[in-house]
């Protein structure tokens, strides 16, 4: 019998992701065993029109990281779909937009102005900005059109299942290749990792007080931390409550706070604005001038709470002005 | 975002004119119509008066006939009409719980002056509620058997008062007292006002009655010090301090305290405030209920040395009720209702070092007047200074620690009414001139003002002015010996210096020392002041933000014995009314934490104010006991998980209706 055909694919990323299939060690040999990898292009040389070759559906399951920022990856993602039986929205940028989406609390013309003209280090006197399609002597050049906003994967895509983490962890990704190889699989739409937030899973939970509050809030580079000790209820802002459980807390383990990349539970509708109440919920003060000095600590209160969920979030992204 | 929304909802949506209020502002016709075309709307109306027989009839026949299983009423403030409605629906056999109200009233029509924004603005409040009533649930009110056991804290009047109330309609009390007897500050009066009857007279009855009543448990020198629970069913710690003298053993006889080794009192006497003396072993008054003696471990010669001769077990002989073992004691009870019946404490003079309380000794406060002209006070009655002489002239300051900026704002009430007896007992007594300072007068009760002139009458001087200053500096011949009052008489518009013998200060009311803890013991709230507070300032006086505990007296606010027993009583019918009533429903609006979802977090637990939720250990996951949650939601705001849900505003209601409102 065939062996069912894997795809995996880069959108807007960092490459972590594909450092964590890497990751899998020895557990790779094991994947390549059952499976025939048919497109990687981190890894493999396969061209996209191998892809286009390929009769739709033919693929079994295809692994998409990275968020969508521009054109290019988007017809990507939707030639992947039409091609695959699976798509899994692998790793935070896929799953909640992640770190490129960050790029929506500002927007596309003020990113191209930094880019290409404003920042230290650009030399454009010309102010030449990349154009989608350029005729020259060769021929038509075509570059991929940058988006105004990042998009999640499912938000161009029908998605079926997710795989969050930035990166995922080894043992989550292992989990669902068995999942689906073993055709033992949730519900479309699952997110393939724990079901309960992150404090469920982590040593430090037994260490919390009864009544967990805080008076102060602290960064990592502010204080010696104590690691036998919860970190929120040492007033370092871990988003462990928030958080989807699953990496085995293990940046906890490492002394730092959990900054959410495993995104919400399935009940949360807003990852950051979830976030926002419960922390504000545990200052321990009713007095407007004591909790505004407790969320000086916090500086960037977007890119904290929103770290890895601006495009999938309630935020509108960047106003414009009226 | 999970759930089940009924996507088969048939709703049913009914604008209500409320004659002109509703209907002067919003077009009501126009808006009827957009909610007809709103998805899942079977049926929309307008009527002028929905709450009305014909009008709610209209929506039974409705559901009925349409089979609507979603009722939507557009009308006024849920405060008033959500539970008119629910019942309408449950008529028609649906679940009330299912029905859900738009105040077009009280948030559109009487709060808007454009009729075209008052109509857009309705038009999204509906489309918000059809939309989240499409995710309503089924829910049932929760029910809880009533204990018909009532807990009484304070044994004062107001306690005595609503402990008898009980008792007489057969239900069973615990009335706990922190002092030596019950009685409080009114068993230390001599007389009342305005009718001037003798305190002892009329309370000792009554304090006689509690000792006879089966149906009354009484535990004095006891504090509560743990209460949990709900209404309906608390659980109670008391805490019982030790007697010395085993109450089930003595029979009261004060044989014991003559055979003391020490043959006078040479203690201060606490109920004398301090003027006269007693031993170790006393009994506070002679009309004390417990009739039973104690024995003060920190003075009495057995506790300091063991050497002790004993005459008091010697007396005691085989009744043997004496017991220097005795330990604090704990008692659970369990109760369905809590009288709370505190008291207060009287304001410290000390605080105003102008009016030379504690170091001009014939200064005293008008609660030690009370001791001083009791015949079974101190010097039985007989006013006499504390160096001996017998005054010639004494001044009453009113309003000492009330309606002062530097101490308490509020009018203690009582003051002027006593400080008027005071001066009719003290001339009657002494036969000396009486002055009475005064800021106003304020007689506003029953008889107050016919004894106000009578006090006038009986020749009593009535200064307007807040006396300055209390010294002893003598600038005549006839100040010598004497304390100078130095006040501007407003009346006047003079300064005057008023030489006396005697100095009363008429000290207001305020909130027991440890107020504060009682109040976080028994999860009730507290006005600016210290009070206690009331759940409605006019319409539930005696009811309290924790539902089955009741306040009576001066816990609440300062008033005087008729208003406190009135107090008493009606806190004692809101006790019966539960008790008859034999359970309590509660609105289903609870939160509940799924512990297939907790983390167990910790978060919510810091945030429920009624302590509602507690971190089982086993299952590592937060627990909610539903009976306590109040439904106020900030568990819910709070859960980092959305593990926390709270019913009638589940997440999935409130998208729906922030969905509906921004359309």
């Known amino acids: ?322 | 975002m999970k759930g089940n929304g009924n996507h088969n909802a048939r709703i049913g949506v009914y604008v209500c004119h409320c004659g002109t209020n509703i209907a002067g502002k919003v077009d009501v016709n126009a808006l009827a119509e957009y909610a007809g075309k709103l998805p899942g709307v079977i049926v929309s109306r307008e009527y002028k008066y929905m709450c009305s027989d014909p009008g709610q009839e209209l929506i039974v026949k409705d559901v009925k006939d349409l089979k609507l299983n979603r009722v939507v009423v557009a009308s006024c403030s849920p405060h008033l009409h959500e539970l008119t409605f629910r019942k309408t629906t449950a008529n028609a056999g649906q679940n009330p719980y299912l029905f859900h109200m738009v105040n077009l009233r009280e948030h559109v029509s009487w709060v808007s002056e454009d009729p075209i924004a008052a109509t857009e603005k309705s038009k999204a409040l509906v489309k918000a509620a059809v939309l989240r009533a499409v995710w309503h649930e089924e829910l049932e009110p929760r029910r809880f058997p009533v204990n018909p056991n009532v807990l009484i804290v304070g044994g004062g009047i107001a306690g005595i008062h609503a402990a008898l109330t009980l008792a007489s309609a057969g239900k069973q009390v615990y009335l706990v007292e922190r002092e030596p007897s019950i009685g409080g500050h009114m068993a230390q009066f001599d007389k009342t006002f305005p009718t001037l009857d003798c305190a002892a007279c009329i309370l000792t009855p009554k304090m006689t009655a509690v000792k006879q009543s089966s149906n009354i448990h009484l535990y004095s020198l006891s504090e509560v010090s743990e209460v949990s629970g709900f209404v309906g069913n608390f659980k109670v710690k008391v805490k019982k301090y030790p007697r010395y003298i085993d109450e089930a053993k003595c029979v009261g006889c004060g044989e014991c305290i003559e055979e003391c080794v020490y043959k006078e009192g040479k203690y201060p006497n606490e109920f004398d405030l301090g003027l006269g003396k007693r031993k170790p072993i006393y009994m506070s008054f002679p009309q004390a209920v417990p009739s039973i003696p104690l024995i003060d471990s920190a003075t009495c010669i057995e506790f300091k040395s063991h050497k002790c001769p004993k005459g008091c077990v010697e007396k005691c002989g085989d009744r043997n009720a004496i017991d220097f073992t005795q330990k604090v004691e704990e008692v659970e009870l369990e109760v369905g209702t809590i009288i709370m019946a505190t008291g207060f404490k009287t304001f410290d003079p000390r605080r105003l070092p102008q009016y030379g309380y504690g170091k001009f000794p014939n200064v005293y406060t008008s609660l030690e007047i009370e001791r001083l002209v009791n015949a079974s006070g101190p010097t039985l009655g007989q006013v006499i200074l504390r160096d001996g002489r017998r005054p010639e002239s004494i001044g009453i300051l009113h309003c000492i620690g009330s309606r002062d900026e530097n101490t308490n704002k509020y009018c203690s009430r009582v003051c002027c009414m006593y400080s008027l007896k005071l001066a009719h007992l003290l001339k009657e007594k002494t036969g000396a001139h009486l002055y009475n300072f005064y800021i106003d007068m304020r007689t506003p009760g029953k008889g107050f003002e016919e004894f106000y002139k009578r006090v006038l009458d009986e020749g009593v001087s009535f200064i307007r002015g807040k006396v300055a200053e209390v010294s002893g500096w003598a600038q005549s011949p006839a100040e010598e010996g004497k304390m100078i009052l130095r006040v501007e008489d407003t009346l006047l518009g003079i300064i005057r210096r008023i030489p006396v013998d005697m100095v009363v200060l008429s000290t207001g009311l305020e909130p027991q020392a440890d107020q504060q803890e009682v109040r976080r013991l028994f999860n009730l709230g507290c006005s600016a002041e210290g009070w206690f507070l009331e759940r409605h300032p006019k319409l539930a006086p005696v009811d309290t933000f924790t539902d089955g505990i009741f306040l009576a007296g001066c816990n609440q606010g300062p008033k005087d014995i008729p208003d406190t027993v009135a107090q008493a009583g009606a806190a004692a019918a809101q006790c019966m009314a539960h008790i008859d009533k034999g359970f309590v429903e509660m609105e289903p609006n609870t939160a509940w934490i799924d512990e297939e979802l907790c983390s167990g977090c910790h978060v919510c637990i810091g945030m429920c104010p009624y302590s509602a939720i507690h971190f089982d250990t086993e299952k590592k996951v937060a627990v909610l006991n539903e009976a306590l949650c109040k439904g106020c939601g900030s568990c819910v705001a709070a859960c980092p998980s959305g593990s926390a849900q709270q019913n009638l505003f589940r997440d999935e209601q409130l998208f729906a209706e922030v969905e509906g409102v921004l359309v």
Not at chain 1, 13 to 31: I, M, N, P, Q, T
Not at chain 1, 34 to 48: E, N, Q, Y
Not at chain 1, 287 to 315: I, M
Request: charged share 25%; net charge neutral; hydrophobic share 40%.
């Open chain 1, 1 to 322: 019998m065939a062996k069912p055909k894997v795809a995996f694919y880069w959108c807007a990323r960092c490459g972590g992701c594909e450092e964590s299939v890497v990751d899998l060690a020895e557990g790779v040999l094991k994947v390549v065993e059952a499976v025939d990898i048919v497109f990687w292009p981190v890894a493999l040389d396969f061209k996209r029109s191998d892809v286009e070759a390929m009769a739709d559906g033919e693929i079994a399951v295809a692994f998409i990281n990275g968020a969508i920022r521009n054109s290019e990856q988007e017809a990507m993602a939707k030639l992947l779909r039409k091609k695959a039986g699976l798509v899994i929205a692998y790793g935070a940028c896929a799953y909640q937009g992640g770190i490129p989406g960050l790029a929506n609390l500002t927007d596309k013309e003020a990113i191209l102005q930094y880019v290409y003209q404003q920042s230290p280090s650009t030399s454009n006197g010309n102010g030449t900005r990349p154009q989608p399609h350029l005729k020259v002597p060769e021929g038509d050049l075509e570059l991929p059109e940058f988006y105004e906003a990042v998009k999640t994967l499912d938000q161009v895509i029908d998605v079926d299942y997710y795989l969050p983490g930035c990166p995922p962890t080894a043992k989550i990704t292992f989990q669902a290749i068995e999942a689906i190889l073993s055709g033992k699989l949730p519900e479309k739409g699952a997110v393939l990792a724990g079901d309960r937030a992150l404090c469920y899973e982590c040593d430090l939970n037994s260490t919390k007080p009864e009544k967990l509050l805080v008076t102060d809030l602290k960064r990592p580079h502010q204080v010696i931390i104590d690691r036998e000790k919860c970190l929120l209820a040492q007033g370092i802002l871990c988003l462990g409550p928030v958080t989807r459980g699953g990496c085995e807390a293990q940046c906890v383990k490492g002394g730092m706070p959990c900054t959410g990349c495993f995104g919400p539970l399935g009940r949360v509708r807003d990852y950051g604005g979830k976030a926002l109440s419960a922390i504000a919920s545990i200052v321990d003060s009713t007095d407007e001038k004591v909790v505004a000095k407790v969320f000086e600590a916090l500086p960037d209160p977007a890119g904290t709470f929103y770290r890895y969920s601006v495009p999938a979030s309630l935020l509108a992204g960047k106003r414009k002005a009226a």
